[in-house]
């Protein structure tokens, strides 16, 4: 895995395209350098490897199965085949991440483990890990979302990570990061920062999509086997940060014959001013220590988002996907919250999966593009819905 000749992938400097690098206060600058002086040499050895594997085949359950969901495809016309990380360990794709980041963070030699969380689903990866490794965890979590989402307060607690409540600006995901930026600035030595999507200053992107790539890695294996090629038609994805998304394409952003749909939540509709389509409704900025595309007013302060779920509820995209928006590489492709319930719902009594609603937009999107007939479309199924039932049980109509 070296750095790849590919003007989808990461430069030397750290961008794509014209987006990402590190755009972060100085006093953070040691910590930052000395991750990205040596995170490309830590993931490739070996024995890092090893560890990895194993802990992702034995631990989260690798390889997730590639299925091929009959009646889906009946009604669509297409061969679709479900990615199913909603099996991983802890109910999504986000686990693969956090234990790449705490073998990289023992690696280095660091002891505590900080986090930020908005919805809490990747404080809870972020928890589990920890425990597995006997590191300490702190997550920060604004304190609005730490009541909307009690249940992942108390998972967190009950695997032994200290949840503090973020009580500046909004009290909400933003002002989470700010808190765990300033506790990361005071301890450089011992503390890693796990941040859980491809966002963030260089080379957060890039390490997170190299270890959430193994769900590529993994669809490539599995459609040769069933389909005798490696290759899909198309691959959809729902894009938050763009972290399960990165890992479902990562292995095929050089071939251009592989549609790439990236799907964002449009909330109630991209003119009600309640939605998170960053590609539609976003500019150029910098947030959380990147350049990227981001929604924002006019005079560049960062609009807060919406969408029904969670983990798709962030202002803006990681620069790698800013990237594959800006050259034309991947479709975007905006579903709003009742066409990600419908799609939901529909998945529920078609295949008897009930989505995580982030991945249910992915479902729905099926229906926005001309699929042709036959061809093979692999779905990224970016985790379960349980998290969501009472999302699913309030709006009804089932
Ligand atoms: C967090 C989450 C997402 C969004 O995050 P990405 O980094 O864009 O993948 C999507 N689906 C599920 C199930 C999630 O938990």
Not at 126 to 134: D, E, H, K, P, S
Request: charged letters at 20%; hydrophobic letters at 40%; aromatic letters at 8%.
């Amino acid at each position: 895995m070296s750095m790849q000749e590919s003007k989808y992938q990461v430069s030397q400097k750290g961008y794509y395209g014209k987006f990402g690098g590190a755009y972060i206060p100085e006093m953070l600058y040691p910590n930052v350098e000395e991750l990205r002086e040596n995170y490309l040499q830590i993931i490739n050895e070996p024995s890092f490897q090893a560890q990895f594997r194993s802990l992702l085949k034995d631990y989260v359950g690798r390889p997730t199965p590639l299925y091929f969901a009959t009646r889906l495809s009946e009604k669509f016309g297409a061969k679709i085949y479900l990615k199913r990380e909603d099996l991983c360990h802890t109910g999504a794709h986000k686990v693969n991440n956090t234990v790449g980041q705490i073998l990289l963070a023992r690696a280095l030699g660091k002891k505590k483990i900080i986090a930020e969380t908005g919805a809490g689903q990747h404080g809870v990866a972020t928890a589990t890990v920890c425990a597995l490794m006997g590191m300490d965890c702190v997550v920060y979590m604004g304190e609005i979302d730490m009541a909307r989402q009690k249940p992942n307060v108390e998972r967190m607690k009950i695997l032994g990570a200290q949840v503090i409540p973020a009580t500046s600006g909004s009290k909400t995901l933003k002002d989470a990061t700010n808190e765990a930026m300033r506790h990361w600035i005071n301890n450089p030595a011992d503390t890693h920062y796990i941040i859980g999507s491809v966002v963030g200053p260089h080379p957060y992107p890039d390490m997170v999509a190299r270890f959430q790539s193994v769900i590529s890695e993994e669809i490539k294996a599995q459609l040769l086997e069933k389909e005798q090629k490696t290759d899909p038609d198309f691959i959809f994805a729902c894009v938050g940060g763009g972290s399960n998304a990165a890992g479902a394409y990562y292995h095929y952003l050089d071939k251009e014959d592989v549609k790439l749909i990236a799907v964002e939540a449009s909330g109630l509709g991209n003119e009600s001013g309640k939605s998170a389509a960053t590609t539609a409704l976003g500019k150029e900025g910098v947030l959380h220590g990147s350049r990227t595309l981001l929604m924002q007013t006019s005079d560049g302060q960062v609009v807060e988002p919406y969408s029904i779920s969670a983990g798709l509820d962030y202002p803006g995209i990681g620069p790698f996907h800013a990237n594959l928006f800006d050259s034309g590489r991947a479709r975007f492709v905006g579903i709003t919250d009742e066409e990600a319930m419908n799609a939901g719902l529909l998945l529920s009594r078609l295949e008897g999966i009930i989505p995580a609603v982030e991945s249910a937009h992915a479902f729905a999107a099926l229906s926005k593009v001309d699929l042709g007939k036959d061809k093979i479309v692999v779905v990224n199924l970016s985790g379960r819905g349980d998290k969501d039932l009472e999302t699913y049980i309030k709006w009804g109509k089932y």
